[in-house]
Nanobody, 128 residues
Framework: QVQLVESGGGLVQAGGSLRLSCAASGRTFSMLTMGWFRQAPGKEREFAAASRRGRYTNNPTYADSVKGRFTISRDNAKNTVYLQMDSLKPDDTAVYYC???????????????????WGQGTQVTVSS
């Protein structure tokens, strides 16, 4: 059982920055693959960024829509994953969800179906 608690959402003007945090408990954090997804009103949930478990943590993945602007990082000592969001655009407005899975072996970090645990979501609103 893994519990995920998110924070850091808010309202920001276009071009601004936010940093989202997600604290995990209930399982050894270093063994979790962590991801960030987002869902805008009326749209499907989409992948944003992921940090894989174990020795793959230095090889994050990003959706094309956020690459170069968002940075995922993790602090295993604090059991926390972060999403630094820079150069925010109105199209980034969405509820952002932290997610995790602990399965061993290869799986796509971009596929929400691979994730077993989800946070409550935090609203990010980017104004024009």
């Amino acid at each position: 059982q893994v519990q995920l608690v998110e924070s850091g959402g808010g309202l920001v003007q276009a071009g601004g920055s936010l940093r989202l945090s997600c604290a995990a408990s209930g399982r050894t954090f270093s063994m979790l693959t962590m991801g960030w997804f987002r869902q805008a009103p009326g749209k499907e949930r989409e992948f944003a960024a992921a940090s894989r478990r174990g020795r793959y943590t230095n090889n994050p993945t990003y959706a094309d829509s956020v690459k170069g602007r968002f940075t995922i990082s993790r602090d295993n000592a604090k059991n926390t994953v972060y999403l630094q969001m820079d150069s925010l655009k109105p199209d980034d407005t969405a509820v952002y969800y932290c997610a995790a899975y602990a399965r061993l072996g290869y799986s796509s970090t971009r596929d929400a179906r691979n994730y077993d645990y989800w946070g409550q979501g935090t609203q990010v609103t980017v104004s024009s």
